[in-house]
Structures are given as C-alpha cells and as structure tokens.
C-alpha cells in the first residue's frame, strides 16, 4: 500500500499533534458548554476520536452525506445518506469533517443543521484544500492545509466499485496518479483534480 504513495504530507506523529492542538483549542473554547461532535462518516472517524479525547464535555452524532460517489473528483451534488438521530435545536454543533474540498459538504451541513435551529454551527476539519473552495465554506479549526491533489490515509480513502482502501494508512499522503489514472500518468496532479 505504501507503494502506492506519491509523497507522505502528514506523519503520524504530525497528525498527533494536530489532533492535541485542535481538541485544546476546542476545550477551551467551548468550556462550560455542551457541543454535539457530529462526525461526518466515514473518513472524519479517526480525527474525531483522536481530537474528542482532549475535550471535557461531548455528545456525539453521526452524519453521512456523499459529494464524491468514490472517485476522485467531487460530483458537485450532495446528497443525506445518514440523518443525524439527535435533536440539533438549540445545541452548539461541531462538525468534524476530514477534508474540506470545494465546500459544498459543508455547506449542506451547514444549512441543515441552522434550518433546524442548532444555536451555533462550527467545523474542525483534519484537512483544508483551500483551493478547491468553490462555495464560501468557513473552516474555524484546521488540523493541516494541502494542496489540491488526491488523498488518502487516516480515515480517508480511495474507493473502487464499493471497496475502501487506504483508510487505514496512519499517516497522510498524496495518492499516485497512476493508481486511479493509469493513463494519465504524465499529468499533473491538477490536471485530475480540476473537474468541479
Ligand atoms: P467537498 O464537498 O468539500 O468538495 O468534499 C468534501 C468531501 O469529499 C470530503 O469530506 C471527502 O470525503 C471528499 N474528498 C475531498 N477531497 C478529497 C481527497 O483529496 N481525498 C479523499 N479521499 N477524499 C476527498
Ligand atoms: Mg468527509
Ligand atoms: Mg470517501
């Protein structure tokens, strides 16, 4: 599986890290309140855990709603795969996403849950692929910024005809081209990733 890397961005010793720095900011800034950590499945499960253990108070959510249809690319539609099976109104939500992409996902969430009445909304993503924004989507707490490629590993994958992989890699790295565009091997990575 490692072969199948183009280059590590984030050890597991870096994401640690981030995990610590993000769950204490999150401690202390929702001190004496009691947020809902909705974890957006699957690829945010990992970060959330991780980040959680740092906080002293959290409820915790699951949400599933689907932009990439496996692929590489994002599809540009998002649809609500899983509900939440809590009631959001009035609660401070934080959602923990893997990857922000081009926003959509977010947003979606975003949307839903103030429509329902959460009283406030903010996301921490592992994350941030800035330059695939194509909707205005804040993030307020950001593990890591990468560059506009394809990646995998700590509970993001690459997934082929329902199959996952690379979920479980521990560190975060840039997937070779070759491996999902055997014949666009010779471009660069923007060239794939450039559809929405
Ligand atoms: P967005 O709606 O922001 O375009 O996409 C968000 C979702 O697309 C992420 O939560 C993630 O599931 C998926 N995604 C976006 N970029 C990547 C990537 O580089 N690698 C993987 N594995 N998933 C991605
Ligand atoms: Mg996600
Ligand atoms: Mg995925």
Redesign the pocket.
């Known amino acids: 599986m490692d072969n199948d890397i183009e280059r590590v961005l984030y050890s597991r010793e870096d994401i640690a890290e981030a995990a610590k720095r993000v769950g204490g900011e999150l401690a202390h800034d929702y001190e004496n309140k009691t947020p809902i950590i909705l974890v957006?499945l699957k690829?945010a499960a990992l970060w959330a855990v991780d980040v959680m253990r740092y906080m002293q108070y959290t409820e915790v959510e699951f949400i599933d709603v689907s932009?990439?249809n496996g692929g590489v690319a994002?599809s540009g539609e998002?649809s609500l795969i899983t509900d939440i099976k809590s009631d959001v109104k009035g609660r401070d939500i934080i959602i923990m996403?893997?990857?922000?992409?081009?926003?959509?996902?977010?947003m979606f969430m975003k949307d839903l849950l103030l429509e329902r009445g959460a009283n406030t909304v903010k996301t921490a993503s592992l994350l941030d692929?800035k330059e695939?924004r194509v909707v205005d989507a804040t993030v307020e707490y950001i593990g890591f910024d990468v560059p506009k490629?394809?990646?995998?590993g700590y509970g993001?994958?690459?997934s082929v005809e329902g199959k996952e992989f690379y979920r479980n890699l521990p560190y975060v790295g840039i997937l070779k081209k070759s491996v999902y565009a055997p014949e666009h091997a010779n471009l660069v990575d923007a060239d794939i990733t450039s559809t929405?």
């Open positions: 957006v690829g932009s990439y994002s998002v996403e893997d990857i922000v992409d081009t926003g959509r996902s977010l692929k695939g490629a394809f990646v995998v993001l994958d690459y929405h």
